[in-house]
Nanobody, 121 residues
Framework: DVQLQASGGGLVQAGGSLRLSCVAS????????IGWFRQAPGKEREGVSC????????SYKKSVKGRFTISRDIGANTVYLQMNSLKPEDTAVYYC??????????????WGQGTLVTVSS
């Protein structure tokens, strides 16, 4: 079974940093991409960033580009989202997701539990 375990959320002041972690298991890594979605109160879920596990190709939502960095540690089966210069509008529940490379672009099939990020002004 595909399992995704997200952690690292918390309360931080605007301008601060947090690092989210997603430990993944149960699938062939080179065939998959892992990403982060978020859902703010009263808003729809949105994709934030993703990375292909085999080649490390990354993608970012425009509003986080230059502030967030996604990376992977294949040996640790972990994907990280380093979030710097956080803004109150980054407040949301962040979800780690996984999908095969060939199916990326469709709604991801595999979701971890959310981790709450709260940025105070």
């Amino acid at each position: 079974d595909v399992q995704l375990q997200a952690s690292g959320g918390g309360l931080v002041q605007a301008g601060g940093s947090l690092r989210l972690s997603c430990v993944a298991s149960g699938f062939t890594f080179e065939d998959y991409a892992i990403g982060w979605f978020r859902q703010a109160p009263g808003k729809e879920r949105e994709g934030v960033s993703c990375i292909s596990l085999s080649e490390g190709i990354t993608s970012y939502k425009k509003s986080v580009k230059g502030r967030f960095t996604i990376s992977r540690d294949i040996g640790a089966n972990t994907v990280y989202l380093q979030m710097n210069s956080l803004k109150p509008e980054d407040t949301a529940v962040y979800y780690c997701v996984a999908e095969t490379i060939t199916a990326w672009g469709r709604p991801p099939r595999y979701w971890g539990q959310g981790t709450l990020v709260t940025v105070s002004s």
